[in-house]
T-cell receptor
């Protein structure tokens, strides 16, 4: 099992450009999450999904959109990147209905210039 | 609202010394508590978790943590630090009965340095 994978691993964008980050999991988990990690701020939840076709806002959703068209995939989109979105992005997944730990991907390091 | 406080953003210990990383939480219901470790340029991996039952929880790599309800704490310890323990450590809480979303609230992290 690959667990949770993220593509790409690194990306540099210019202000105003758009991009999509892909998260895939092979553990048949129902719930998936996108976080951003910034120095001294821990992990902050951007958006999450409790099932295929459903998404919800987290703590810091502005400037991001998500889609969950397939159970195993969770996409994070930046329509018009800003320097404030320079961060490391992590995807995570877990089973439904149980207060289990979340399983994390290796991260995507995004720089917006 | 639930929250997690990790005292000390940077902790430095000598190899072989005791490691103590502090975590305090606030929760409106019985919490589930987690410690994660993040090695440089990697994702987070679970060290240990407390759900119910025994309040002293043992995890991987010789780490353990004790849930103290009266102190609302879940401090992480290891008797003897190893160079390979150098990493960032995150405490997290889930206080959502039934796991409707399984969201976790994370602390801001503690970076552990181990000196030779």
């Amino acid at each position: 099992n690959a667990g949770v994978t993220q593509t790409p691993k690194f990306r540099v964008l210019k202000t105003g450009q758009s991009m999509t980050l892909l998260c895939a999991q092979d553990m048949n988990h129902e719930y998936m999450y996108w976080y951003r990690q910034d120095p001294g701020m821990g992990l902050r939840l951007i958006h999450y999904s409790v099932g295929e076709g459903t998404t919800a806002k987290g703590e810091v959703p502005d400037g991001y959109n998500v889609s969950r068209l397939k159970k195993q995939n969770f996409l994070l989109g930046l329509e018009s990147a800003a320097p404030s979105q320079t961060s490391v992005y992590f995807c995570a997944s877990t089973r439904a209905g149980r207060r289990d730990e979340q399983y994390f991907g290796p991260g995507t390091r995004l720089t917006v210039t | 609202a639930q929250s997690v406080t990790q005292l000390g953003s940077h902790v430095s210990v000598s190899e072989g010394a005791l490691v103590l990383l502090r975590c305090n939480y606030s929760s409106s219901v019985p919490p589930y508590l987690f410690w994660y470790v993040q090695y440089p340029n990697q994702g987070l991996q679970l060290l240990l978790k407390y759900t119910t039952g025994a309040t002293l929880v043992k995890g991987i790599n010789g780490f353990e943590a004790e849930f103290k309800k009266s102190e609302t704490s879940f401090h992480l310890t290891k008797p003897s630090a190893h160079m390979s323990d150098a990493a960032e450590y995150f405490c997290a809480v889930s206080d959502e009965p039934g796991g409707a979303t399984n969201k976790l609230i994370f602390g801001t992290g503690t970076l552990l340095a181990v000196q030779p």
